[in-house]
Each structure stands twice: as C-alpha cells, then as structure tokens.
C-alpha cells in the first residue's frame, strides 16, 4: 500500500505517482509508523507526567493535613 504525502489519498504498490497533485507516492508502512509510535510515546510520557504531578499533588495535601 502506498499514499500520496500531499493530500493522503491511497494508492495500490502499483502506483508510482498521484493522479490528483502528481507528487510521489510513499510506502505506508515506512512512513506512517514511525509516527504512530511517536503518538503512542508521547501520550504514554503525558500519561506519566499527569500521574507524577497527581501524586506531587497528593503527597501536598497529606503534608498539609498532617501539618494542621
Ligand atoms: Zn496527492
């Protein structure tokens, strides 16, 4: 499977060029995936940034209440 970079439409591996803006195509496998893990890791690096300041946030409260 390929697709055109320019306006994303797919092509079988047959195709070489796009019909619509004639830019040339890429092979979906080696171009989409390296950033579909790029997502995934910088959803998970969020993920444990929230988690972090969660527990920043908790431990905050639980020194104040033990404080009072
Ligand atoms: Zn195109």
Known sequence: MKYCPVCKTDYSDKAEFCKKCEALLLA?????????????????LCLYTGAFIVFIMLLYYLIVLIIK
């Open 28 to 44: 979906k496998t080696a171009e989409k995936e390296p950033a579909k893990t790029d997502f995934k890791r910088l959803f998970r």
